[in-house]
C-alpha cells in the first residue's frame, strides 16, 4: 500500500506514510519519505491505511499510534494548523474504532441453560415457546418501549431464536450496581425491513457503540451458546477475557445445533441501578431482538467465542487502555507546536468512556 504523493520532492516535506510495501505487516511503523505532500492528502490516505485488511479495534489503534510517531518525527514538514488538524482526524477515527461492534453468528446448543446469566429474557408473543431458564417479555411490557412494538413468530426449533420483538428502541431493566456484559440476540428474518435488526448504533446507558454492519453475510464467525452445556467437548478451548476462546470450527460441525442466528456482545457499567439499552439510527429499517442475556462481567461469559469473534471483541477496560494510548500519541505528536487561537484537537462525542 503506497499513499498518493507528488511528483515533485522538497526536502522536508512529507509525501507518504504507509507500511514499506502491500506484504508488509500493516501495523508496521509507517514510512516517511520526503516530498510534497498537503493535510488534504493525508487526510484522504488516513482512512484506507487504518482500515486496509480489516483489522480489529486494537490494531487499528497500534497503527494510528505508529502514524503519530511519524507525524511527531516529521511535524516540521506541515504547518501547525496542518499538523493538528490531521493528528485529530487520526485519533478520531482510532477511537471510533474502540466503539465499533459487529454482529457475530451464534449457534445455541441443544442442551442450553443459562449458567452465569443474572437476567436471561426471550422476546416473542404471549402463546410462544420459552426457552429453559429464560423469562418471556411481550408486547407492552414495561421493560422494552417503541413507537410500534410487535411479536413475530417463526417455525423453528429453538425456543430462544424462533420468535421475537420487533420495533424495540429502549429496553431498560434493574440491576446491581456494577459491571455487565450484555448480549442481544437476533435473527435472519430475510426481509429488508430489518437488514439493521440490531440498530446502526446501539447506547449502553449513554455510551455510544457503532454497530458495523447487520446483513447476514459479514456477521462474523463464529460464537456458540453453550453456557451449563456439557454436550461438546471443551478441549482444545481456553479461558481469555471472560470467555472460553477458540477453534470452533469442529465443535459445531459435531454439535446438535438447534439454530443459528447473530448476536452483538457489549460491556457496560451500572452506576445507579439500571442498564438502559438503546437501538438508534433507523430510516426504514425495524429492530429484530429474540433474546437478551446480562452476566456479571467478572463470571466467564455463556457465550463461546471463535479466535476472530473474540479478535474482534473490545472490553470495557481494554477500550479505556487504547483510548489512553491514542490520546498520549497524540499529545506527544503536537507538543511543542504552539496551536492557532481556540485551535484543539478535535474531541470525538462518540467515544464517551465509562
Known sequence: MTWATAPQAQTGQ????????????????????????????????????????????GDVVQRAV????????????????????????????????????????????????????????DFGPADGKVMDGFTRVVPGDQRVAGESVSALRRPEDSALLAD?????????????????????????????????????????????????????????????????????????????????SGDLSKILRRQQLRQVGGAIIIEGQSNDGKLVIELIGFKRETTYLTGLIVEPLNQVSDVVLSRPAFKKHVSLRSRLSLEAKVLSAAAEAVEGIEPEAGQTLEEDKSATTN
Not at 104 to 121: C, E, F, G, H
Not at 202 to 215: E, Q
Open 66 to 121: 505508529s502514524l503519530m510517531r511519524s507525524l511527531r518525527d516529521q511535524k516540521k514538514a506541515l504547518k501547525p494548523a496542518e499538523l493538528f488538524q490531521v493528528v485529530s482526524r487520526v485519533s478520531t477515527l482510532a477511537t471510533k474504532a474502540l466503539t465499533k461492534t459487529s454482529i457475530t453468528r451464534l449457534a445455541v446448543a441443544s442442551d442450553y441453560k443459562p449458567r452465569n446469566a443474572m437476567i436471561a429474557l
Open 164 to 244: 421475537g420483538l420487533a420495533g424495540i428502541k429502549t429496553i431498560s431493566i434493574d440491576v446491581p450496581v456494577g459491571s455487565y456484559r450484555i448480549v442481544l440476540m437476533t435473527q435472519d428474518l430475510g426481509d429488508p425491513r430489518y437488514s439493521a435488526p440490531l440498530g446502526r448504533q446501539i447506547r449502553i446507558n449513554k455510551i455510544p457503540f457503532l454497530v458495523t454492519s447487520g446483513a447476514p453475510d459479514q456477521w462474523t464467525r463464529d460464537a456458540l451458546l453453550s453456557g451449563a452445556s456439557d454436550s461438546f467437548d471443551k478441549s482444545g478451548l481456553r479461558v481469555a477475557g471472560g470467555y472460553l
Open 14 to 57: 512529507l509525501s507518504a506514510l504507509a507500511p514499506a510495501t502491500e506484504k508488509s505487516s500493516p501495523n508496521a511503523a509507517p514510512v516517511v519519505t520526503k516530498g510534497t505532500v498537503s493535510a488534504t492528502q493525508l487526510n484522504a490516505a488516513i482512512p484506507r491505511y487504518l482500515s486496509v485488511g480489516n483489522p480489529g479495534p
